[in-house]
């Protein structure tokens, strides 16, 4: 099976599951679940579940398991893309080609739909380590590396780094920081929550951290690279938003062709972190090179 | 003891723990801690992990154990009144005497340490789990019963009901369904968490739900009845700002002297629900007195 269509199965089974995660119950509350699944159910890349159950395949386990796991890392982050669309952070109107949560439901849903999807997270995975009494303690594990990344010291603290850097130039080592906080940690949990669940040793944590760091940065470089010279047709957002908005980004920092080099070599050390997992790691690195050539 | 000494010793330990867990640490994103403590650390009854510890002590635990779980709580609590009192949400300028976040930090850092808020309080139960691998099944239970209170099934979906009440009269049944999940499954969710923690029999987790579901009903219809005719200074908010919102309340869909017998009548059932506990549950029954005469 080729890469894209190995990816573009695991993206339907994080689709079907996120979808039977969110049903539409007919109660009061339901007009949430019309938010909340507005913006969730909007395609993007999954790459995160995906993540999770290509660690999950490789180290020999199924995916089932780290599904949901997966899955609730995917509300964390569509959480943090409501929030972060909304007129007092970003104000941007547009994410994956259509308007924005708030600009549909108003802002006081979306807030409310950010909060039900981040809590919604922590019931998926609360309802995980319910089911098996067994590996109970990995499953505790797996919630709480996704619980940090996802908090002050991860994905909230690079965006509190990044509103108090918007409008003046930043020191290439906050840029990092600021990076490795807000995109970084959400890439590296299913990575590693993955790989706990599925009881991989020191080396293979090790390995699968210096894969995940990588990409996560990557992924980031990438995503300056793309604000500079994507299209916006198949960005589904503007182009030119980073610029608009003063911010500090690679680019800007490094110029575009030392960007560009930089993200060649961050491929080239994921790619390379693998190599004790032989032939099994194929579809992680071939995954490792569709970063750096997506064109969304 | 008498029960004010006890309530504000056990509002002590809450206090020096919800510091510790909050504790300023020196990095980039420190200044979202200022704002995250500003609200958290505002003073407020404590009555969610106090309940939480009362309920431990009844049953013969001690409360180091489950004081975590209720500051977890109190943090949800917190978060929630910071998105509440949002520009776009109730728009509130004042809360516990002070200044709203939004209105001291801005709405995207309130937005934010709300976030930070909700999210810290699964960092915090996930590292209890992580502490003792012996009753984990039953600190993963504690979780998923205060995951599921907090959700679109519990608290935030009663502030969807709320938000598509405003404005309008909406039948009683509905009204008791908002309070039910707004405030209602917060204040149950202590006492069943604590109960389970402490490993409860069937007839005292029933007790205790009869007792929460009626203290928590009691503790709504108390706050209409002080929006009418409590003192603002002593509330730390402004009274009447029910009546100027348009919202749907106990008093004015009752009129002040039926609730006042209505909230009579939730106390009495909520004491007469603990007599299986005998004399040990002393303490919880003169909280819910206090319920029923608090100022604030």
Do not use: W
């Amino acid at each position: 099976m080729d890469f894209k269509e190995k990816y573009q199965n695991l993206v339907e089974a994080v689709n079907l599951e996120l979808d039977k995660l969110t049903a539409e119950v007919d109660c009061p509350q339901r007009a949430i679940y019309q938010a909340m699944r507005y913006s969730l159910m909007a395609g993007g890349k999954r790459l995160r579940p995906v993540l999770a159950m290509a660690v999950s395949e490789m180290l020999g386990g199924n995916y089932e398991e780290v599904l949901p796991f997966g899955c609730a890392i995917e509300m964390i982050h569509t959480y943090s893309l409501i929030h972060d669309d909304l007129p007092s952070m970003d104000n941007d109107d547009y994410r994956r080609g259509r308007l924005t949560c708030h600009k549909v439901f108003g802002e006081a849903k979306a807030i409310l739909a950010g909060d039900a999807l981040l809590n919604l997270a922590f019931e998926v995975m609360s309802d995980e380590m319910l089911k098996s009494q067994g590996n109970i303690a990995s499953k505790a594990k797996a919630m709480s590396i996704i619980a940090k990344a996802s908090g002050v010291s991860g994905m909230i603290g690079g965006q509190v780094i990044d509103l108090e850097s918007e409008g003046r130039i930043i020191p290439a080592a906050l840029l990092g920081k600021m990076h490795a906080c807000k995109t970084g940690a959400l890439i590296k949990a299913p990575v590693l929550a993955s790989a706990v669940l599925n009881n991989a040793s020191c080396s293979e944590l090790e390995a699968l951290e210096s894969y995940a760091e990588n990409i996560g940065l990557a992924f980031q470089v990438k995503d300056d690279i793309l604000d500079v010279e994507g299209d916006s047709s198949l960005m589904g957002k503007p182009a030119g938003s980073d610029e608009a908005n003063q911010k500090s980004t690679y680019v800007s920092i490094y110029g575009l062709d030392e960007s560009k080099r930089m993200l060649a070599e961050l491929i080239d050390k994921a790619v390379k972190s693998l190599c004790i997992f032989g032939q099994n790691a194929q579809f992680l690195k071939a995954l490792a090179e569709y970063i750096m050539i997506r064109e969304n």
